[in-house]
T-cell receptor
Framework: DTGVSQNPRHKITKRGQNVTFRCDPISEHNRLYWYRQTLGQGPEFLTYFQNEAQLEKSRLLSDRFSAERPKGSFSTLEIQRTEQGDSAMYLC??????????FGSGTRLTVV | QQPVQSPQAVILREGEDAVINCSSSKALYSVHWYRQKHGEAPVFLMILLKGGEQKGHEKISASFNEKKQQSSLYLTASQLSYSGTYFCGTEMGEKEDGTASKLTFGTGTRLQVTL
C-alpha cells in the first residue's frame, strides 16, 4: 500500500491559463473522489468515480472543470481559464468501500 | 447539506477531555471522523454506521445517534499529538443502484492541546 499520490504538490499559474492535476489512488480502490479545500474550511466535494464511471459532479463545479479516470486507474482534474477564486488545495481520496477515505497530500493551486 | 460541528475551536491543557459534536439536517447512513494537521491531508479516525454504536480508538471514541442525526467525538486525557482540526463526514448511504455515495464534510473543529 503506497498510499494516494498527487502531482504536482504545488502549482502557481497565471489567471486564464489551464492546469491539470493527477491523482494515483491505492491500486485496489475502485472509488476515487476529488475535493477542494480553502483555508479554515472543510473539504468541499467536487466529483467522484466508481471505477471509470463519473457518478456525480457538484453544482459548484463549473464548465471550466473536468475530470477523467480512464480505465479506472489514475484520475486527472483539469481547470480551464483559471480564476483567482480557483486558488485552493485540491485533494484526491480513494476508498474500497463507503467511507474510510485515504487522502493524498493534495495539490496547492495559486492563481496570480 | 453540510453538517454543522461545534465547538468551532477549543483549547485544552494536556490531560483534559473534550467533546466535538456533529449535527446533520438529513437522515444519515454513517458518520466518519478525520483529523487534519496543518499542511497535511486529513487522516481517517473512525467510521460509525447507523445503529447508535459507539466505537473506540485508543483514547478517542465516538457515538452516533441516528434518531437525532448527531455524532459526538470524545477525546479523553488529551495529548499534544491530538492537536489539529477535526472533521466529521456524513454519508447518506449507498444508492439503490449500488453505486457509491460520497462524504459531505463538516465545518471543522480546531483543537489545540497545550502543556
Amino acid at each position: 500500500d503506497t498510499g494516494v499520490s498527487q502531482n504536482p504538490r504545488h502549482k502557481i499559474t497565471k489567471r486564464g491559463q489551464n492546469v491539470t492535476f493527477r491523482c494515483d489512488p491505492i491500486s485496489e480502490h475502485n472509488r476515487l473522489y476529488w475535493y477542494r479545500q480553502t483555508l479554515g474550511q472543510g473539504p468541499e466535494f467536487l466529483t467522484y468515480f466508481q471505477n471509470e464511471a463519473q457518478l456525480e459532479k457538484s453544482r459548484l463545479l463549473s464548465d471550466r472543470f473536468s475530470a477523467e479516470r480512464p480505465k479506472g486507474s489514475f484520475s486527472t482534474l483539469e481547470i480551464q481559464r483559471t480564476e483567482q477564486g480557483d486558488s485552493a488545495m485540491y485533494l484526491c481520496a480513494s476508498s474500497s468501500e463507503i467511507g474510510r477515505y485515504t487522502f493524498g497530500s493534495g495539490t496547492r493551486l495559486t492563481v496570480v | 447539506q453540510q453538517p454543522v460541528q461545534s465547538p468551532q475551536a477549543v483549547i485544552l491543557r494536556e490531560g483534559e477531555d473534550a467533546v466535538i459534536n456533529c449535527s446533520s439536517s438529513k437522515a444519515l447512513y454513517s458518520v466518519h471522523w478525520y483529523r487534519q494537521k496543518h499542511g497535511e491531508a486529513p487522516v481517517f479516525l473512525m467510521i460509525l454506521l447507523k445503529g447508535g454504536e459507539q466505537k473506540g480508538h485508543e483514547k478517542i471514541s465516538a457515538s452516533f445517534n441516528e434518531k437525532k442525526q448527531q455524532s459526538s467525538l470524545y477525546l479523553t486525557a488529551s495529548q499534544l499529538s491530538y492537536s489539529g482540526t477535526y472533521f466529521c463526514g456524513t454519508e447518506m448511504g449507498e444508492k439503490e443502484d449500488g453505486t457509491a455515495s460520497k462524504l459531505t464534510f463538516g465545518t471543522g473543529t480546531r483543537l489545540q492541546v497545550t502543556l
